[in-house]
């Protein structure tokens, strides 16, 4: 079959070409690249290995402005958690992810085009306080990571972002959250920053992560540029992905970012630079699950347009 091109993109083969050859269709594209080669989706983890990821919605968490209903968000985040853990009261949820003893660092995103909406890290705030945590030990930052003395001391480490497009990475991750951990973020952009899940071993972070929330109440899908930020690539798709498997999540998130460059170019269209990263994140690095197939998505709430 004839490959996909734009004039400043990758082709799907170029994709699969990448740092972590054929298997890198996992999170970008993988059920339709095999399709097309007419080859099963594979990887190198255990067959039995699943990860799951809970999608939850509410078509009220943003007003018409598109400001953040913060309470309704703080619903959706307790609805998320109490799903991914199989408990009913968020409290009681929480303290299976952290202990009074633990020392927490909510590592937020503070890119100004799309931040991570305080609404969120204080309902984040409240509820590990709820389980038990003093306010003196938990500590919201992003780009102050490595020079925040309560990041020195964290036992536990909470990573909350927005989902959007990225110039050197394909997409701005939950894996490439933690790049602020490194004493040089710049040294991670070779190779579409195909090895970002070594971050995950950094001292500061290894063994640490509690819970993942991708951010999806306004994504950005689409742009060019170091620093690109269009407001027409953004849509009202009022969600959050919630789970421990940060690789899984990331790849959940890619996937509703593929189906709506299909929607809205009416085409497939692949990313101005593959977010490889990802799928890297499984095969070399063994961060997590990848590959859809082995994803397993919880939807609550609001179902329009849900992409997925």
């Given amino acids: 079959m004839k490959s996909e091109q734009t004039p400043k993109g990758i082709t799907r083969r170029d994709f699969l070409r990448g740092a972590a050859g054929a298997t890198l269709a996992g999170a970008a594209g993988l059920n339709a690249w095999s399709q097309e080669t007419g080859r099963p989706p594979t990887s190198d983890a255990p067959a039995a290995q699943r990860a799951k990821v809970i999608l939850v919605r509410d078509e009220n968490v943003l007003t018409e402005s598109g400001q953040v209903n913060g309470e309704i968000l703080a619903r959706m985040l307790d609805d998320g958690v109490n799903a991914l853990l199989g408990r009913s009261d968020p409290v009681e949820a929480w303290k299976q992810l952290v202990k009074p003893s633990d020392t927490v660092g909510i590592k937020s995103n503070a890119w100004r085009f799309l931040p991570t909406p305080p609404e969120l890290e204080e309902a984040i705030k409240q509820r590990l306080i709820g389980a038990g945590v003093a306010p003196e030990r938990i500590g919201i930052d992003d780009r102050g990571v490595r020079h925040n003395p309560l990041f020195h ?128 994140a499984e095969e070399k690095f063994h961060l997590g699950v990848a590959d859809p197939n082995r994803i397993d998505v919880q939807k609550l709430g609001w179902t329009g347009n849900i992409l997925i």
């Fill in 153 to 280: 001391q964290a036992t536990a480490l909470i990573n909350v972002r927005p989902m959007h497009t990225h110039h050197w990475a394909g997409v701005g991750s939950l894996i490439k959250n933690y790049i602020m951990f490194s004493d040089s973020p710049p040294s991670w952009h070779e190779d579409a920053c195909a090895n970002l899940a070594g971050l995950w071993d950094l001292p500061a972070v290894k063994g640490k992560t509690r819970l993942n929330i991708l951010v999806m109440l306004t994504p950005l899908f689409s742009g060019k540029g170091p620093h690109h930020f269009q407001p027409e690539y953004t849509w009202p798709y009022k969600g959050l992905l919630v789970g421990t498997d940060p690789v899984a999540v990331d790849a959940t998130g890619v996937s509703i970012l593929e189906a709506k460059r299909r929607l809205f170019f009416g085409k497939d269209e692949p990313f101005t630079v593959s977010p490889k990263h990802i799928v890297v």
